[in-house]
């Protein structure tokens, strides 16, 4: 990956790649400067916009989280994952108030 890096640093789906790995190992620090690199570098990228809001809902971000999620769905509104995400983030805050 870090050849692949080195020869494409500006493509965005190395950097949701490896944000991706990031987000199993639950190094979610990381997870997020990749994902946001994608997300700068395409910022059409909504797939990119929902894997960093599942990282920031994990991280207790929940307000950026949200945001995160609309940014995918406006730029996707039929996004089915973004929108199941945003929905049970939104329901997750009602049960916690």
């Keep these: 990956m870090k050849t692949a890096l080195e020869d494409h640093p500006n493509e ?13 190992q639950k ?3 990381e997870a997020v400067m990749e994902f946001t690199r994608a997300t700068k570098l395409d910022p059409e990228f909504a797939e990119a916009y929902n894997q960093l809001g599942i990282v920031l809902a994990e991280s207790g971000q ?3 989280a949200e945001a995160t999620f609309r940014s995918a769905l406006r730029i996707d ?20 108030k």
Excluded: C, M
């Design 12 to 24: 965005p789906l190395l950097w949701y790649e490896i944000g991706r790995i990031h987000t199993e």
């Design 62 to 64: 929940l307000t950026e």
């Design 27 to 29: 190094q979610f620090a």
């Design 77 to 96: 509104p039929y996004d089915a994952n973004a929108s199941r995400n945003l929905q049970a983030l939104n329901a997750f805050r009602r049960k916690v």
